[in-house]
Structures are given as structure tokens and as C-alpha cells.
């Protein structure tokens, strides 16, 4: 933990944290491109795993998760450089904040669920409305809490 801090404290002191905490537009322009990121992410996620948990199903399963997940990986890209930036701007304070480790926790949880999800199903996605794999609906089922989770405790951190 204490080399945790310390990279936070250098992080903070870079170049970065300085131009994101002195700039009157960097901080609130990278603060929108991450709520870009949010909705790239989430609306797609969303919309994907409730495909998965049954809803919607005239629309093939294979091409919506095609249409959809290329939008969401590249709103966590989004979420991820944006959200590095932010942080670099009170990067001590933060790295300590119990609200900003659940939140890295279950975004390091969402995306690993995400990527044992396509190993283990993506090439039976076509046969999912005939029959459709309990663990899979689970794992969709979570990926809604997760994200979701991930979301409000983005927000929650603006306030405690």
C-alpha cells in the first residue's frame, strides 16, 4: 500500500497532475470525454447483457454483440484514459479513498468477466436463444451489477 501512495504522490506531482489541476479546460474537458466513455460503455453493456438474459430476441444474438461491443471497448478505452488524467489530478488523496479502490476492484472484476465471458461463449452465441447456459446468464447478469455498480460509485465519489 505505501508504494501504492508513494506512485500516487509522484503521479500527482508529474507534469500531468500540474497542467490537470492548473488548466481552467483540461479537467472539465476530460471530465466529459469520461462521461463519454460511460455511455460508449454502459449503453452497449447494457443493452448486450439484456440481449443475453432473454430480452429482444428478434435480433440475432451473434449481430448484436458484434454491432455492440466494438462501441464498449472503445468507451473504456475512453473510461480508462480519461479516468487515469482525473486522477492524476489529486492522485495522493484519491489512491486512499476506500469509495475509488471498490470502484478499480469492480472495473478489474468487469472486465475480466467480460473477457472469460468471450473465451467461453462467444462461439456458441448462435444457439444462446435455443439454450441458453445458465453460468453464461449469470455472468451477463453480473456484468449489469458490476457496471452498473462501477457507474454509481464513479458518481458517488464527487460527494464523500
Known amino acids: 500500500m505505501d508504494s501504492l501512495i508513494a506512485w500516487a504522490a509522484w503521479l500527482e506531482a508529474t507534469a500531468l497532475g500540474e497542467q490537470m489541476r492548473s488548466s481552467a479546460l483540461l479537467y472539465p474537458a476530460l471530465n466529459l470525454l469520461h462521461l463519454l466513455g460511460l455511455v460508449l460503455l454502459l449503453g452497449p453493456m447494457l443493452l448486450l447483457d439484456a440481449r443475453l438474459l432473454g430480452a429482444g430476441r428478434t435480433f440475432s444474438l451473434p449481430a448484436v454483440s458484434r454491432a455492440l461491443t466494438p462501441l464498449a471497448v472503445f468507451g473504456l478505452v475512453l473510461l480508462l484514459g480519461s479516468g487515469f488524467c482525473l486522477f492524476a489530478a489529486d492522485a495522493g488523496p ?19 468477466n467480460a473477457l472469460l465471458f468471450r473465451q467461453l461463449w462467444s462461439a456458441r452465441l448462435g444457439n444462446w436463444d435455443t439454450h441458453a447456459p445458465l453460468l453464461g446468464r449469470l455472468q451477463a447478469a453480473l456484468s449489469l451489477l ?6 454509481s460509485l464513479g458518481r458517488l465519489l464527487a460527494y464523500f
Request: proline fraction near 0%; glycine fraction near 12%.
Open 94 to 112: 484519491l489512491s486512499a479513498d476506500g469509495l475509488l479502490q471498490l470502484k478499480l476492484l469492480l472495473i478489474a472484476m468487469g472486465i475480466g
Open 146 to 151: 458490476i457496471w452498473l455498480l462501477v457507474m
